[in-house]
């Protein structure tokens, strides 16, 4: 009689193999364990470019298949870079003007405190646990993989969209590099007869609401050589192109090692805006005016807060400035060491973040008090402007 012998080899938990005979059965039950730091992993899942990655590895890294951030700093310096930006500057003051001023603050925080910050607690600290990106990660729970795809998308889509935004900041900046700054007088070829500066102002004999200030006609009519619509085609503006290129480049070389090279990055990308706002704002509040148009944007209106408008307006800048959703922070927190205190860095987060914005329209609405003042003409009038206040002041 012979008998057969059959000898299985377990793989002890926390240790990866590259043995075949080692390997799970390619029809056998999903099997899952942690790999060497201790964190989830899907065991049909390899890393089959991990060799080739080792240049982005540092010796000290916990993670030796995906690196860490090499320090406390470059983590929350990138979260801020992520998603501190036109959401705070560009679009919070502009709502706060428009529901009620100050009093726009108390339903901000509180959809700050009950669904804002708990949401950015959760990206991260789940990107963090599992060290995955926001389409591996879904592996948990295969009926909801299409999320990180999902993700993936929108976030490719509003990368190409901030960019753009890059491209125009750009544009002003070397348009700058000038004694006399293009968008102050109205004897530029571009300007319409409708085009009227604050030296003129006095000598304007039509009606003020008739008159387009230098700055708006720079905006609509030469940068962005804006047509009346679609059935009036314009070519494309090269200087413009060419900036958006420059902004393409800039980030490819910002990401060209990975966090490694994005972590050092972050630190002129996301502290040179504070410098800029800080400066700013010392010129803003001592320009004349600027009184005026703080108490138009800090005075606040509680009777607004009784309009369900301005809580959902609350709501979305609290998602649209955190970036929630998007499956970026799940993305920077799979970057952490797996016992970093992520309760901790969220709450550091939402201050800086809710400050800025806060900063921001000080910044703004002591400028455009200012010009209110030099046009004789209302904040309300000059804060029309809408989502362009920032450029336009």
């Not at 500066?197 to 200030?213: I, Q």
């Not at 910002?254 to 966090?259: H, M, P």
């Not at 800086?352 to 046009?375: E, K, P, R, Y």
Request: proline share 5%; aromatic share 12%; with cysteine.
């Amino acid at each position: 009689m012979v008998t057969t012998t059959t000898t299985t080899t377990s793989i002890p938990m926390g240790e990866m193999t590259t043995d075949p005979e080692k390997q799970p059965l390619p029809n056998g039950p999903p099997q899952t364990y942690t790999n060497r730091d201790g964190k989830w992993k899907d065991s049909y899942d390899p890393e089959p470019n991990a060799i080739s990655q080792m240049d982005l590895v540092d010796d000290g890294d916990e993670n030796k298949e995906r690196g860490n951030w090499s320090n406390k700093a470059d983590y929350i310096l990138s979260c801020i870079g992520y998603a501190v930006g036109l959401g705070n500057v560009w679009r919070f003051p502009y709502l706060a003007f428009e529901n009620g001023g100050g009093a726009f603050l108390i339903p901000y925080i509180v959809m700050l405190v009950f669904a804002g910050l708990p949401i950015f607690l959760l990206e991260t600290s789940l990107g963090q646990f599992a060290s995955q990106g926001p389409i591996r990660i879904w592996r948990c729970l295969p009926l909801f993989q299409g999320i990180g795809y999902t993700q993936v998308v929108a976030s490719a889509l509003v990368g190409i969209y901030y960019n753009c935004i890059i491209a125009y900041t750009l544009f002003y900046l070397f348009s700058s590099f000038t004694s006399d700054l293009p968008w102050r007088t109205c004897e530029n070829s571009w300007n319409t007869a409708q085009c009227v500066d604050t030296n003129a102002l006095a000598n304007w004999t039509g009606n003020l609401s008739d008159r387009v200030s230098p700055s708006e006609e720079y905006w609509d009519r030469y940068m962005l050589s804006r047509s009346a619509g679609i059935h009036e085609p314009v070519t494309v503006k090269w200087q413009l192109a060419l900036c958006l290129l420059l902004a393409w480049i800039v980030v490819y070389f910002s990401l060209i090692k990975g966090i490694k090279s994005s972590g050092k990055v972050v630190y002129f990308t996301a502290t040179f805006p504070y410098v800029v706002l800080l400066i700013l704002l010392i010129r803003g509040v001592t320009l004349e005016g600027a009184d005026i148009g703080l108490e138009f944007y800090l005075k606040p209106n509680i009777t607004r807060l009784g309009d369900p408008q301005v809580w959902m307006d609350a709501g979305t800048q609290v998602f649209f400035s955190y970036s929630i959703g998007l499956g970026s922070l799940i993305a920077l927190g799979s970057y952490n060491k797996f016992n970093n205190n992520c309760h901790r860095d969220s709450i550091v987060f939402a201050f800086v973040n809710t400050g800025t914005s806060i900063l921001s329209g000080i910044v703004i609405f002591s400028v455009l008090g200012h010009m209110a003042v030099q046009q004789g003409v209302s904040v309300q009038a000059v804060a029309e402007s809408g989502m362009l206040l920032s450029l336009l002041a």
